[in-house]
T-cell receptor, first 112, second 115 residues
Framework: GESVGLHLPTLSVQEGDNSIINCAYSNSASDYFIWYKQESGKGPQFIIDIRSNMDKRQGQRVTVLLNKTVKHLSLQIAATQPGDSAVYFCAENETGGFKTIFGAGTRLFVKA | EAGVAQSPRYKIIEKRQSVAFWCNPISGHATLYWYQQILGQGPKLLIQFQNNGVVDDSQLPKDRFSAERLKGVDSTLKIQPAKLEDSAVYLC?????????????FGDGTRLSIL
């Protein structure tokens, strides 16, 4: 069935650089998207969300971009720090739906 | 505030045995979720409760999995009998109320290994 997926399974960046994690979705009925961070041995932690009526949303050091035309969203992390090392999941809800569907995740490595 | 508590943290059993997991959500949170996370994959929703009622259990393998949330607070998830394919981390999450834009707060999960 339709699901959320990710382009890259792993991403390695230098400390201080910006990170960009990409996510493609195929369900055109999806209208609400969330990014989660999961550290080893921990549960996922909410980072930021975005509704489909928005193209961009900013948080503290993070920005989510949504391109509905190509069904793509990205998470940008500014000045990446060692503490940002984790697996990042994008997740989606379809219009009127209450079930959150997670993608497979991207592992981010931050090199000191 | 205290987070979502889960126990045990780890469990190892043989196939065909039974196992139960416990979850205590954040105080006052009406909605509770159980997810299964297989290694290398994202969490998959098994069941969602609103207070003590089931909202969605469409992906719960009901022939072997059961869950309850008596009194609308704590919840238990049971597997009987377990299969090798059930090896995974079982995550519990809670949110303040029912709604797709209510942030879900996750516990650290129970890692289940089936021998």
């Amino acid at each position: 069935g339709e699901s959320v997926g990710l382009h890259l399974p792993t991403l390695s960046v230098q400390e201080g650089d910006n990170s960009i994690i990409n996510c493609a979705y195929s369900n055109s009925a999806s209208d609400y998207f969330i990014w989660y961070k999961q550290e080893s041995g921990k549960g996922p932690q909410f980072i930021i969300d975005i509704r489909s009526n928005m193209d961009k949303r900013q948080g503290q050091r993070v920005t989510v971009l949504l391109n509905k035309t190509v069904k793509h969203l990205s998470l940008q992390i500014a000045a990446t720090q060692p503490g940002d090392s984790a697996v990042y999941f994008c997740a989606e809800n379809e219009t009127g739906g209450f079930k959150t569907i997670f993608g497979a995740g991207t592992r981010l490595f931050v090199k000191a | 505030e205290a987070g979502v508590a889960q126990s045990p943290r780890y469990k190892i059993i043989e196939k065909r045995q039974s196992v139960a997991f416990w979850c205590n959500p954040i105080s006052g949170h009406a909605t509770l979720y159980w997810y299964q996370q297989i290694l290398g994959q994202g969490p998959k929703l098994l069941i969602q409760f609103q207070n003590n009622g089931v909202v969605d259990d469409s992906q719960l393998p009901k022939d072997r999995f059961s869950a309850e949330r008596l009194k609308g607070v704590d919840s238990t998830l049971k597997i009987q009998p377990a299969k090798l394919e059930d090896s995974a981390v079982y995550l519990c999450a809670s949110s303040l109320s029912f709604g797709r834009e209510q942030p879900q707060h996750f516990g650290d999960g129970t890692r289940l290994s089936i021998l």
